[in-house]
């Protein structure tokens, strides 16, 4: 998790000021923003393409527990790219990236078979206006965002924790408060992930220059695009179990 110790936006010296400066910020978030971006529109159009076809929808009525083992591997994906995104190349990050991306494409084709596309497109429009908000929030406060860090995380845990045992529970009412309850802890991560790649871009631009900032930052565009990624496909997800009207 980045540390905030030395994160005061009050502070002269990490305020982005310079013409210089605002210009390496803003040419950074930019880059996080067009893989974040590609990683959404991979996931849609890998879900949409698997779900339109006649012949993934016989194997998957027979085979159910391939999507367990495609989330599986998404999990480890996350993991393997978070963990060594320091020891890898640039290309191999984006390629993990996209990879996990179009995982989840073929994921969300189960959820395009449940729900009808009209609720897709409101919970998408809701969803943008949430997640923008809370990234505006993130990029503009004065305050610093550190202390939200440990209990978002504690609460993505508690989201698991529930989410498996409401998986025997079936209980309505304890499915919509996790519902909830998700949509305002990703919120806070949208923030807090934003924050948090400003800080983290800072610091490395003021520890590395040439090919190896180049490099360096490059990586970092990458792992901040999979953060703002997941915080999107969340909100998104419990948005639509909020909101969505099945197909009957």
């Known amino acids: 998790m980045q540390d905030f110790t030395h994160y005061t936006p009050n502070t002269p010296r990490l305020e982005v000021t310079g013409r210089t400066n605002i210009s390496s910020e803003t040419l950074f978030f930019q880059h996080v923003y067009i893989w974040m971006f590609i990683g959404l529109a991979l996931t849609a159009l890998t879900g949409y393409t698997i779900a339109s076809s006649e012949a993934w929808l016989t194997f998957l009525s027979g085979n159910s527990f391939i999507l367990i083992w495609v989330t599986l591997l998404q999990l480890g ?3 393997y ?28 084709s189960a959820l395009l078979l449940v ?7 409101k ?5 943008a206006g949430i997640y923008g908000a809370m990234a505006v929030y993130g990029l503009v406060t004065k305050k610093s965002l550190e202390a ?7 609460g993505v845990i508690g989201l698991v924790l529930a989410s498996l045992v ?3 529970m079936q209980s309505g009412p304890f499915d919509l408060t996790i519902c909830v309850i998700g949509v305002f802890v990703f919120a806070g991560l949208t923030a ?4 948090k790649l400003r800080v983290r871009h800072h610091v490395l631009t ?20 999979l953060q703002l990624y997941l915080d999107f496909i969340n909100i998104f997800l419990f948005l639509l179990r909020l909101f969505g009207s099945r197909r009957d």
Request: charged share 10%; proline share 1%; with cysteine.
């Open 166 to 168: 409401n998986m025997f």
């Open 77 to 79: 994906l996350v993991f």
């Open 148 to 154: 939200w860090g440990g209990f978002l995380f504690m």
């Open 123 to 127: 919970t998408f429009i809701c969803t």
């Open 81 to 108: 790219l978070s963990a060594r995104i320091d020891q890898m190349s640039a290309a191999t990050a984006r390629g993990i990236f996209m990879l996990y991306s179009a995982l989840t494409g073929a994921t969300f």
């Open 206 to 225: 003021k520890g590395v220059t040439g090919f190896e900032l180049a490099e360096q930052e490059s990586r970092v565009v990458i792992i901040g695009a």
């Open 115 to 121: 729900y009808p596309s009209l609720a897709f497109v």
């Open 192 to 195: 807090y992930d934003h924050q």
